[in-house]
C-alpha cells in the first residue's frame, strides 16, 4: 500500500497525478518570484537642506565690491540650487536674488558711500551679516 505522499509525487502511466500537479505549481510560484525578497538597505544622503551661510565681501567705498554667500548642508558639504536674497544698508546690492552655482556659492556686487551693513538670507531663515567698514578699520 502506498501513502498519501507516494501517491502525489509518483508518477503515474500518463504523467503525473493530479495532486502531484498542483504540488509542483506550489513549489514552483515562489520559485518564479511571486515572493518579493526585502528591499535592500541604501545608506542615508545629507540632506540638501541649507544649515549655514558664510558671506564674504570687499570693504571698498564707492566701488564695487564682490560678495559672496556660501550655502552648507548640516554635513558641511556645498547646496546648489538655492535662491539667497542679498541686502544692504546704505548703497545698491545687483543683483538683490541669486541662485548658489554647483559650489554652493551666490555672487553679488554691491556699492556703498559709507560704512554699513551687507546681509544675506535663504528661505528657510538661514541669514548671515557681514558690517562694511573703512580698510583702515579692519
Do not use: H, K, Y
Not at 33 to 60: I, N
Not at 88 to 117: F, K, L, Q, W
Amino acid at each position: 500500500m502506498t501513502s498519501r505522499l507516494e501517491q502525489i509525487i509518483r508518477p503515474s502511466g500518463r504523467g503525473w497525478r493530479r495532486g502531484g500537479l498542483m504540488l509542483a505549481a506550489a513549489l514552483l510560484v515562489p520559485a518564479c518570484g511571486a515572493v518579493e525578497p526585502p528591499p535592500l538597505s541604501v545608506a542615508p544622503t545629507p540632506p540638501l537642506v541649507p544649515a549655514s551661510l558664510v558671506l564674504t565681501a570687499a570693504s571698498v567705498f564707492n566701488q564695487p565690491m564682490a560678495v559672496q554667500a556660501s550655502v552648507f548642508n548640516a554635513a558641511g558639504q556645498p547646496v546648489p540650487n538655492v535662491s539667497v536674497s542679498f541686502s544692504i544698508g546704505t548703497g545698491t546690492v545687483t543683483p538683490p536674488t541669486e541662485m548658489t552655482d554647483g559650489n554652493g556659492i551666490a555672487r553679488a556686487t554691491a556699492v556703498s558711500p559709507a560704512s554699513t551693513t551687507i546681509s544675506a538670507a535663504t528661505a528657510n531663515g538661514i541669514a548671515s551679516s557681514v558690517p562694511i567698514l573703512p580698510s583702515e578699520t579692519q
